[in-house]
């Protein structure tokens, strides 16, 4: 299977929380990243987790990592319209990236 | 400002023409990778460069083909051979591999859209 997967689509009513997940097969990166990707526009850093950590908070932002089920997961608070994007899960050891969740906030 | 450049944004080929799209970067990063987006793929590497004269392939390299001359510059030649080769294409570079203050974030360009008429 592939490297690291994550489900492609997720729509979210503006204010709910959204949750997009991933999981991976590599234990051997020092770290797990997200990027987020607007239309037509290269990836940009979203945040990332030290391998050592479980979790990690940053304003709106929500990382989680389960390494026994190799499972990561992003939580966005509070989603916004301009939260609309393509969001990847990345392990950096191998260079491998998830197919991209799309995710569409719906007002 | 410090970035990646790459260019053109949007280019049109011909079935059986070569074109090569430019990558530059003023970051001073080692490495340099190329990525291909399909719809519902995502990200796939084509040819990555940790080191200026030093390339490797990724795992879609058929048709592709790179050189690395320059620290800033990583270009990257679609081929004739390439069978499927529309597409949205990606450069990306960070300063190595992860270790002391460095994550292993990779800085992207904003991509090339090939399309292949």
């Known amino acids: 299977g592939e490297d690291v997967e994550q489900s492609l689509f997720l729509s979210v009513r503006e204010g709910d929380s959204s949750v997009i997940n991933c999981t991976y097969t590599?234990?051997?990166?020092?770290?797990l990243y997200w990027y987020k990707q607007e239309p037509g526009a290269g990836l940009q850093l979203l945040t990332y987790i030290f391998s050592n950590m479980d979790m990690k908070q940053d304003q709106r932002l929500t990382v989680l990592l389960n390494k026994k089920d190799k499972h990561l997961s992003l939580r966005i608070a509070d989603t916004q319209t301009g939260d609309s994007a393509i969001y990847f899960c990345?392990?950096?050891?191998?260079?491998?990236f998830g197919a991209g969740t799309t995710v569409t906030v719906r007002a | 400002d410090g970035g990646i450049t790459q260019s053109p944004k949007y280019l049109f080929r011909k079935e059986g023409q070569n074109v090569t799209l430019s990558c530059e970067q003023n970051?001073?990063?080692?490495?340099m990778y190329w990525y291909r987006q399909d719809p519902g793929q995502g990200l796939r590497l084509i040819y990555y460069s940790q080191i200026v004269n030093d390339f490797q392939k990724g795992d879609i390299a058929e048709g592709y083909s790179v050189s690395r001359e320059k620290k800033e510059s990583f270009p990257l030649t679609v081929t004739s051979a390439q069978k499927n080769p529309t597409a949205f294409y990606l450069c990306?570079?960070?300063?190595?591999?992860?270790?002391?203050?460095?994550?292993?974030?990779?800085?992207f360009g904003e991509g090339s859209r090939l399309t292949v008429l």
């Open positions: 990345a392990d950096h050891y191998k260079l491998s």
């Open positions: 590599d234990s051997s990166s020092t770290y």
């Open positions: 990306a570079s960070r300063p190595g591999l992860a270790g002391g203050l460095n994550t292993g974030e990779l800085f």
């Open positions: 970051l001073n990063h080692d490495a």
